[in-house]
């Protein structure tokens, strides 16, 4: 399996993510792609600043991608997180798993983003029109 795995301070790329995981053995592609929303809880949000430590972020964004070979046949994968300070609508994270077939490539995109949350040391301050908090980037 092919693993691509990427902290970027820069704009994600839907389309550098698909170009990568594509591939003639695979028939299944699924991309999660997570952006600022306008609004947490009621509350208006200005923006998100990211932030990682970053060693640690990549082993573990790492060891889900090896996972997802344990459990299904994936054979591309990439899992790319922003930090820094991102506006409204701005790709905060983008993860695309190709399979050989649809069923195995929904499955393992979802373990991917739920695993990422709960274990991945990336912290999010969410910026509101009045004031701010800071929270780990899961619910």
């Known amino acids: 399996m092919a693993i691509d795995i990427q902290l970027l301070k820069k704009p994600l790329s839907l389309q550098d993510c698909q170009d990568w995981v594509a591939g003639a053995a695979c028939g299944g592609i699924v991309h999660f792609v997570g952006t ?3 609004q947490t809880g009621g ?3 200005e923006r998100l600043d990211f ?3 970053e060693p640690m972020a990549i082993a573990e964004m790492r060891k889900i991608a090896e996972a997802l070979k344990e459990r299904w046949p994936a054979e591309r994968v990439a899992i790319h997180h922003r930090v820094g300070t991102l506006a409204i609508g701005e790709i905060a994270v983008i993860i695309a798993v190709a399979t050989p077939h649809r069923v195995e490539a929904f499955a393992a995109c979802q373990y991917a983003i739920d695993t990422l949350k709960q274990t991945v040391p990336i912290w999010k301050k969410e910026v509101f029109t009045d004031g701010e908090v ?3 980037a899961h619910p």
């Open 36 to 38: 600022v929303r306008k």
């Open 43 to 45: 509350r208006a949000v």
């Open 51 to 53: 932030e990682a430590y």
């Open 134 to 136: 800071w929270v780990a």
